[in-house]
T-cell receptor, first 116, second 114 residues
Framework: AQKITQTQPGMFVQEKEAVTLDCTYD???????LFWYKQPSSGEMIFLIY????DQQNATEGRYSLNFQKARKSANLVISASQLGDSAMYFC?????????????WGAGTKLIIKP | DTEVTQTPKHLVMGMTNKKSLKCEQH?????MYWYKQKAKKPPELMFV???????INESVPSRFSPECPNSSLLNLHLHALQPEDSALYLC?????????????FGPGTRLTVT
C-alpha cells in the first residue's frame, strides 16, 4: 500500500489564487514527520515546510501553511496568493521515527502550473 | 546560509568512462545523502553518510562508489555506467541523520550516459 498519496498529478491555478495540494499518509507509527518540497524545472529540491506528528499547531512558513488533520491522516499544503514562480513539482514526504533508517518516504508529486 | 553545491551541473559520459560528482555543504551538517531521480518521479535514496561513515547503501550497484573525504564533502564516483543510469543526481544534507531533520538539497547533476 502507498504510504504517501498525492492524488493530483497536475493542477492549473490562476495567479493570485490560493492553492491546496493534497497529501494523505498511512502509518501506524505514533511519531512521524511530514515534509513538503518544491522542485522547479531547474531540478533543485527546495524544502518548504515541516509538521511533526505531535505538533499542536499547523505549521506555517510565509505563504505556505500545512493543513494537518491527524485523524484523517492528511497533510495538505496551502499556498496563499500564488505567484508565477510557484509553478513547479511539489512532493510530500514522511519520516517514520520507529524506522531506524529514518528514511524519507516520498509521494509521487503534483505538478502545479500557475497561469498569468 | 542553507546551501548545498554540486558540480558539475551537467555531465555526459560514455559507458567506459570514469567520472565523479561532487557535493559540498558548509552548514555544519553531519549527515549527507545521494539520491537518484528519474524524470517525473520522486527521488530514490542511494547512500547516506552520517558523521563521515557510510550508514546506508540502498543496494546500489558497485559501479556507483560514494566517498566522504570530510564532513563538508561528498563525492560519487562513476564507472562503467549503463544508459539506464541517466538521471538527475541530487545531493542533500541534514543536521543529523537520526534526528530526522529536514534535508537541504543541492541543484543536482543531470547525468546522461551514452
Amino acid at each position: 500500500a502507498q504510504k504517501i498519496t498525492q492524488t493530483q498529478p497536475g493542477m492549473f491555478v490562476q495567479e493570485k489564487e490560493a492553492v491546496t495540494l493534497d497529501c494523505t499518509y498511512d502509518t501506524s507509527d505514533p511519531s512521524y514527520g511530514l515534509f513538503w518540497y518544491k522542485q522547479p524545472s531547474s531540478g533543485e529540491m527546495i524544502f518548504l515546510i515541516y509538521q511533526g506528528s505531535y505538533d499542536q499547531q499547523n505549521a506555517t512558513e510565509g505563504r505556505y501553511s500545512l493543513n494537518f488533520q491527524k485523524a484523517r491522516k492528511s497533510a495538505n499544503l496551502v499556498i496563499s496568493a500564488s505567484q508565477l514562480g510557484d509553478s513547479a513539482m511539489y512532493f510530500c514526504a514522511m519520516r517514520e521515527d520507529m524506522d531506524s533508517n529514518y528514511q524519507l518516504i516520498w509521494g509521487a508529486g503534483t505538478k502545479l502550473i500557475i497561469k498569468p | 546560509d542553507t546551501e548545498v553545491t554540486q558540480t558539475p551541473k551537467h555531465l555526459v559520459m560514455g559507458m567506459t568512462n570514469k567520472k565523479s560528482l561532487k557535493c559540498e555543504q558548509h552548514m555544519g551538517h553531519r549527515a549527507m545523502y545521494w539520491y537518484k531521480q528519474k524524470a517525473k518521479k520522486p527521488p530514490e535514496l542511494m547512500f547516506v553518510y552520517s558523521y563521515e561513515k557510510l550508514s546506508i547503501n540502498e543496494s546500489v550497484p558497485s559501479r556507483f562508489s560514494p566517498e566522504c573525504p570530510n564532513s563538508s564533502l561528498l563525492n560519487l564516483h562513476l564507472h562503467a555506467l549503463q544508459p539506464e543510469d541517466s538521471a538527475l543526481y541530487l545531493c542533500a544534507s541534514s543536521q543529523d541523520y537520526s534526528s530526522g531533520d529536514e534535508q537541504y538539497f543541492g541543484p543536482g547533476t543531470r547525468l546522461t550516459v551514452t
